[in-house]
Every structure is written in C-alpha cells, then in structure tokens.
C-alpha cells in the first residue's frame, strides 16, 4: 500500500456496461474517475455530469495524452478493446478491460505481448467470479469438496434477449459473434476457472440463427439500429472435452422458446454435485447423507461483486495481489470461442 495515494482512473467508452464500474469505483477509496472519452461526446459528458467526471473526451487517445491517469478500465464494444487496450499499455497504464478480452485469440495474444512490454497490469472483467455464489463453489472445489469433478452443464439462456440489433452488437465484424462470445464467455470462464482451466482436447460447436435474422427476440439492452443488420448466431451449444476426463455442454442463446431467462451451471462430481443459478442467485449442493440423497441450499454472505473485482484491479496495481482473471487465462477461453465457431463453420469437431 503506498500511502494515502489515490490511483487516477480513465474511462474508454461511456456506454452501458461504463456505469456499472463507475458505481464501483465509487466504493473503492484508493481511487478516483479522472477524465472519460466516447466517440459520442454527448454520452461521455452525460456519465461525467452523472459522476462528477472532470474531463470529458472524444477521442480516448488525447486522453491518454493529455490526462495523467495510471490506468484505463475498457468499455468500448469488442472490437475496439485490443486497440484500446495496446494505445493504453504503450503509454505505461494498467488496463482493466471488459469481457471478451478481444474479437478473437490473436488479438488477445497481441494484447498480452503490449502488457508485457509495459510491464503494467492487464486484467480482464470477469466479473462472475466475484460473486458470492461463484466464490463458495470455488472454496468447495478447491477444497475437494465434490471429490472428481468431471462434467459441467453450463448455460445462458434467453427467452427475448437479442441487444441492440442492427448495432455493433449484432454484426460480427465489430462483436467477433453473438451470444456465445456475449454472455456465454461468461459461463466458459466461470465453469473452467471454477476447475481450474484443464487442457481441452476437442471442441465440437454448432450455432443457429432463427430470431435475429427476423428481427425477432429483441430486448432492452443496447440501442437499436434500423439501418444496421444481423449476422451473428442467436444459439451456440458446445461440446468440449478436456485431457483429465473433464467435459463441458455449453448453451447461450439470446432468443430461444424456453420458458424464461436462465443462467446456470451444473457441476458433477464423485462426492457431490452443485448447481448454480446466477440470475436469482441460488446455490444447490446434491450429495449423500448417511446412505441417503440430501440436498442443501447455501447462501453465502452477499458482497458487490463488480466491487470486489475493482478492488482486486487496485491490489494488483499496488502489488499486494494478483489479477483473478488474468489474460493468459482470458485468451485460453478466446481460443476455445475460436474453436467452437470454426466446429459450427467447418461441421467438423476441432481438436486442440
Ligand atoms: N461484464 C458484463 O456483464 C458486461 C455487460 C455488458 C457489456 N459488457 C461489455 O462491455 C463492452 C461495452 O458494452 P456496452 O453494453 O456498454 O455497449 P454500449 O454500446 O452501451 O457502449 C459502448 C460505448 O462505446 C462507445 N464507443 C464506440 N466506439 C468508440 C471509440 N472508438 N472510442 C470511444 N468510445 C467508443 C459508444 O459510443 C458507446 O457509448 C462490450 O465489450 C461488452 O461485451 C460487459
């Protein structure tokens, strides 16, 4: 800890997902929200009135220019972040970026060949591995708890979630793909972190597009675009197995005729079974008690996660810790992403 510093904190792209760090940071102490850029000037300068933000910038490269921040937090859309990102690292800041690292596994291989060089802080914002659920299940694992975990079911699933269609979100130059690298890069992170990221062997992956492309299984999030177009899945399932015996079904959809939202995982283990919905925040143990089959449900203290997680950025940078979700770990799970659309494209499994 050095002292009293208080750490200066830029913000890249003032969007959406910009307001929950800024929430966060707001808790943490040790730093404070110095200047915040957006292509769209109006939306910077809204979040900066909304925060008391005292600089307001265009261009997030004067930025980096001509305020003295120590690091960036990247909420720009998926195809900017390594771009971002490197500008941010060639100037000497640490960087906090949003999920999914980057559009694709070479761009996360550049941005941590940037970090490197730096000799700076890169983490990525996975930020479901702070949550009060997700941390108990990883004592429990790490514990032995479940004895040999050797599947996963693992899912996010929407009933009408398409965001912002025809906006950069649906069109995959510019979001690498759809639900899978969306909201199912979360449910691969947590699941494979929770095991503690074995190799994967083979990938099979297959996605649909039967919503989007219709206009169809629309949500709140994000702003439609009339004048844009869909051409990312609006299903993605994965198959993937993993050198110690360990396998993985992935579902994510953004639209889907199910009954409602769900965002689940399923562990199996030789002792014991979880399952986790993070949605409504419920956590399940299934395991035996004297000869019998017993279930107990936990509720573990509640905690901020997108706190804990900004106050893991800030040890990092003061070296009293180190990143939870680390980029070599991010761009393992952008390789699998990879593999599963090359296996939908290809129809062919990937092996690894
Ligand atoms: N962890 C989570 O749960 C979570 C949730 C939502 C979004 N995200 C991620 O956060 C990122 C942003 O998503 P969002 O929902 O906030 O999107 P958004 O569209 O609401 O916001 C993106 C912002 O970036 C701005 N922008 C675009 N180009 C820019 C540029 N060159 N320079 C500066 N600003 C630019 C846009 O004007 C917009 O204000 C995405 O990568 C997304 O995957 C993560």
């Given at each position: 800890m050095t002292g009293q510093r208080k750490w200066k904190i830029g913000i890249i792209g003032a969007g959406g997902i910009s307001e929950a760090h800024l929430e966060a940071i707001r808790d943490e102490p040790r730093a404070e929200v110095v200047a915040i850029a957006d292509v769209s000037e109006e939306t910077a300068a809204m979040r900066a009135a909304r925060h008391n933000i005292p600089r307001v910038f265009a261009d997030y490269r004067k930025m980096l220019e001509e305020t003295e921040t120590d690091a960036v937090v990247i909420c720009v859309p998926n195809y900017l972040h390594a771009a971002a990102a490197k500008a941010a690292l060639a100037a000497g800041k640490h960087v906090l970026c949003e999920k999914p690292m980057a559009m694709n596994s070479q761009e996360a291989e550049e941005m941590i060949a940037a970090a490197k060089n730096a000799g700076t802080i890169l983490m990525v914002g996975q930020n479901n591995r702070f949550r009060s659920e997700a941390r108990y299940v990883k004592r429990l694992l790490d514990e032995g708890k479940l004895g040999h975990v050797y599947h996963a079911k693992a899912g996010w699933v929407r009933r009408s979630g398409i965001p912002g269609w025809g906006s950069w979100f649906t069109r995959k130059e510019m979001a690498g793909g759809g639900p899978l690298i969306d909201i199912g890069v979360h449910m691969l992170d947590l699941t494979l972190w929770l095991v503690g990221h074995p190799k994967p062997v083979t990938v099979l992956g297959q996605t649909y597009a039967q919503f989007g492309p219709r206009k169809r299984g629309?949500?709140?999030?994000?702003?439609?675009?009339?004048?844009?177009?869909?051409?990312?899945?609006?299903?993605?399932?994965?198959?993937?197995?993993?050198?110690?015996?360990?396998?993985?079904?992935?579902?994510?959809?953004?639209?889907?005729?199910i009954e409602k939202e769900n965002v689940f995982l399923h562990l199996y283990g030789s002792e014991g079974g979880t399952s986790l919905h993070l949605l409504d925040e419920r956590l399940s143990l299934y395991h035996e008690w004297n000869g019998a089959p017993a279930t107990?449900?936990?509720?573990?203290?509640?905690?901020?996660?997108?706190?804990?997680?900004?106050?893991?950025?800030?040890?990092?940078?003061?070296?009293?810790?180190?990143?939870?979700?680390?980029?070599?770990?991010?761009?393992?799970?952008?390789?699998?992403?990879?593999?599963?659309y090359l296996s939908a494209q290809t129809g062919e499994a990937v092996k690894l």
């Open positions: 629309l949500s709140e999030w994000g702003r439609i675009d009339d004048g844009g177009y869909y051409d990312v899945e609006d299903l993605a399932v994965a198959m993937i197995t993993f050198e110690n015996g360990f396998t993985l079904n992935l579902d994510a959809s953004w639209a889907s005729h107990t449900d936990i509720q573990p203290k509640k905690e901020k996660e997108r706190v804990l997680l900004f106050r893991n950025f800030i040890d990092s940078i003061e070296g009293t810790d180190t990143p939870v979700c680390t980029p070599e770990q991010a761009l393992y799970i952008n390789r699998l992403i990879d593999a599963i």
